[in-house]
């Protein structure tokens, strides 16, 4: 059942720690915890059972209390004037929460992944990772210099679903893909074979890099395989997020005809 605890000040410890995790990374990875925004989020975190606690207004009380009263979550009331503190999207909101992000899993070297060297803007990221869960690609592999997966502006475009997939941060992508068992297609406008060529029927990779300088000619090296995605029109290249779109759902698309 929920615990209930109201906060008066905003300069209560709390407060403060909960700003910090919402503007800091490196918060978010010692802390293992993130800031959502939200009912939709709140109900996402939920059925994972991740949220660890959340700030209401007197005004939401009853909503949310019957959202989580099957839950133990820690409930802080507080006024408007914390609310709006400890919100930091440009958007208004009825909640906050604190979710854990921890996860138990290890990498998988063998399944679908998609690989994303220093992803920077967080519209991309969020758009991907719904691509992604969309598609049926559970595990996702991020660089150190990426933009943080639990980030509040990848969280409001994800809605939540990297709650669902199995995404490991950080990771240093060289010894991934040295690593990894499928087969590793580089995602690139200067790729010398069409995506709608390869046979995506096997366990696959998908490496996909930063937003204006690509894949690194580091990551590059050590991969055979650099595919494109073919375009009819004048448009130089695609936006990352539809790239990686249409080359995940070509995967699926493979899948789903073979299985008839």
Do not use: W
């Amino acid at each position: 059942m929920p615990i209930f605890q109201t906060i008066e000040s905003k300069d209560n410890k709390l407060i403060k720690q909960v700003v910090k995790l919402a503007k800091d990374k490196n918060e978010r990875l010692i802390q293992k915890q993130a800031i959502i925004y939200g009912e939709h989020l709140i109900v996402e975190s939920l059925r994972y059972n991740k949220l660890d606690s959340i700030f209401l207004t007197e005004e939401s009380l009853e909503k949310y209390t019957n959202i989580i009263e099957n839950h133990e979550v820690k409930v802080y009331v507080v006024d408007e004037v914390i609310l709006n503190k400890i919100n930091i999207l440009d958007s208004l909101i009825d909640a906050v929460g604190i979710i854990n992000n921890n996860t138990e899993n290890q990498i998988n070297y063998n399944i679908d992944s998609l690989i994303l060297e220093n992803i920077q803007d967080p519209g991309n990221l969020g758009t991907i990772l719904r691509g992604a869960n969309a598609s049926g690609i559970k595990q996702i592999i991020l660089s150190p210099k990426s933009v943080d997966v639990y980030n509040p502006k990848v969280l409001r475009a994800s809605q939540g679903i990297q709650f669902g997939l199995d995404i490991f941060c950080d990771i240093d992508l060289n010894d991934f893909i040295k690593q990894y068992q499928g087969n590793l297609l580089a995602l690139t406008p200067s790729g010398n074979t069409s995506l709608y060529e390869c046979n995506l029927l096997k366990t696959t990779g998908f490496i996909m890099g930063n937003e204006g300088n690509g894949i690194s000619n580091e990551l590059l090296n050590l991969i055979k395989d650099h595919i494109q995605i073919p375009m009819v029109g004048n448009t130089e290249s695609l936006n990352l997020a539809m790239a990686a779109t249409v080359a995940i759902f070509e995967l699926s698309r493979q899948r789903i005809k073979s299985h008839g």
